[in-house]
């Protein structure tokens, strides 16, 4: 089983800021990692894809790199609404998810 | 417009079964990946199943050997049958399209417990 790490579990922050969340898989995964924003009460929402691909529709702020082991979330001049919890999630083995980051807006 | 909606949850007592149904509109079930999820209350996301193009289907093993999953290109709907219930499958089961997961449902809560 392929595992994901993601840190920090979590990030309080204040509005404009910028955030950065890492994920670290247990072995090589290529792209195949994926990025989803859950708010409470809500379904996961997928914000990147394949590691740096956007998803339609998803604010420009998101962005997604890397590739292999190690990869990142960044989200750019920090809005309130983007308080969530946020996951990773690889799709090159048996999909597995990491434990989540919750981010709180000061 | 895509569309996931799960149904099929409730209350039922350890060791019994439930089978949760995933109706999809917008698209079709056999041209996609189809994957369920479940999240615990105030937990995390655990992948469960998934169901190939093709046909084949994976498990995770926390749930292999009790759960099968399967869909009806007819009806465009997914399955989850889920046997041998235990307390630790308490959680809201998700359902969600390809690979990536790019569309979910709203999910339906299952709970065990005597």
């Known amino acids: 089983e392929i595992m994901l790490t993601q840190s920090p579990d979590f990030q309080s922050v204040t509005p404009k800021e910028n955030v950065t969340i890492t994920c670290r898989a247990s072995q090589s995964i290529g792209s195949s990692l994926h990025w989803y924003q859950q708010k409470p009460d809500q379904s996961p929402k997928l914000l990147i894809k394949?590691?740096?691909q956007s998803f339609s529709g998803v604010p420009s702020r998101f962005s997604g790199s890397g590739s292999g082991t190690d990869f990142t979330l960044t989200i750019n001049d920090l809005e309130a609404e983007d308080a969530a919890t946020y996951y990773c999630?690889?799709?090159?083995?048996?999909?597995?998810f990491g434990q989540g980051t919750r981010l709180e807006i000061k | 417009e895509v569309q996931l909606v799960e149904s099929g949850g409730g209350l039922v007592q350890p060791g019994g079964s439930l089978r949760l149904s995933c109706a999809a509109s917008?698209?079709?079930?056999?041209?996609?990946?189809m994957t369920w999820v479940r999240q615990a209350p105030g937990k995390g996301l655990e992948w469960v199943s998934v169901?190939?193009?093709?046909?084949?289907?994976y498990y995770a093993d926390s749930v292999k050997g009790r759960f099968s999953i399967s869909r009806d290109n007819s009806n465009n709907t997914v399955y989850l049958q889920m046997n041998n219930l235990r307390a630790e499958d308490t959680a809201r089961y998700y359902c969600?399209?390809?690979?990536?997961?790019?569309?979910w449902g709203q999910g339906t809560l299952v709970t065990v417990s005597s």
């Open positions: 169901i190939y193009t093709g046909g084949s289907t």
């Open positions: 999630h690889q799709s090159s083995g048996l999909p597995t």
């Open positions: 969600a399209r390809s690979w990536y997961a790019d569309y």
């Open positions: 917008g698209f079709s079930v056999s041209d996609n990946y």
């Open positions: 394949y590691a740096s």
